[in-house]
């Protein structure tokens, strides 16, 4: 078994920091950057800079490939959740740049967001079918809401976004 990710939320893609609030009595509260990256159990703190979608597709690949190479004929899961296309809205410049045809700012970082996660998806498909594994594969995608319209999300045409009960909250499309 392997881990590599984090165990809070809204963490930012390249640092894996997230913000935590604290209060001191008498003081206001504060806000902290800690880093929220893990590998198993402990900080994971060499890939500071490494655009997380990245990392999680290459981690994936890795464990593939190991797999193939000690245990061809057992069979195996991966459970990958990515942390795209989540805010905060951060991508790669080279990602935003193939979606400079999107007039809007932050639909731009999302389009370069869900490119990278594409790219991902693509590398983890070859690396099944470069071990023989592609075959007798079940790969399934889920979200758990509907997009943040604030964050670039879209939910045309069901109504309403991430923390409503309208459709657009509750459903993915």
């Given amino acids: 078994d392997t881990f590599l990710g984090f165990y809070n939320a809204a963490e930012e893609?390249?640092?894996?920091?997230?913000?935590?609030a604290y209060h001191f009595p008498g003081t206001n509260t504060s806000r902290l950057r800690a880093l929220d990256f893990r590998r198993e159990t402990a900080p994971e703190?060499?890939?500071?800079?490494?655009?997380?979608?990245?990392a999680f597709s290459q981690e994936?690949?890795?464990?593939?490939?190991?797999?193939h190479k000690k245990k061809q004929s057992?069979?195996?899961?991966?459970?990958?959740?990515?942390?795209?296309?989540?805010?905060?809205?951060?991508?790669?410049?080279?990602y935003i740049d193939m979606c400079s045809h999107i007039p809007e700012?932050?639909?731009?970082?999302?389009?370069?967001?869900?490119?990278?996660?594409?790219?991902?998806?693509?590398?983890?498909t070859r690396a099944l079918k470069a071990t023989g594994a592609w075959e007798n594969t079940l790969i399934a995608f889920t979200t758990d809401n509907g997009?943040?319209?604030e964050t670039g999300?879209?939910?045309w045409p069901l109504r309403g976004n991430k923390a409503t009960v309208w459709e657009g909250g509750v459903r993915g499309v």
């Avoid at 893609?13 to 935590?20: A, E, G, V």
């Fill in 13 to 20: 893609y390249f640092t894996h920091t997230c913000s935590i």
């Fill in 45 to 54: 703190k060499s890939m500071n800079g490494t655009y997380s979608t990245n």
């Fill in 60 to 67: 994936a690949v890795n464990v593939i490939e190991e797999h």
């Fill in 74 to 94: 057992e069979p195996f899961f991966i459970y990958l959740a990515y942390q795209a296309v989540h805010g905060p809205l951060e991508a790669p410049q080279h």
């Fill in 105 to 124: 700012p932050r639909r731009q970082i999302f389009c370069g967001m869900a490119k990278a996660m594409d790219e991902g998806i693509g590398n983890i």
């Fill in 147 to 149: 997009g943040q319209i």
């Fill in 153 to 155: 999300g879209n939910n």
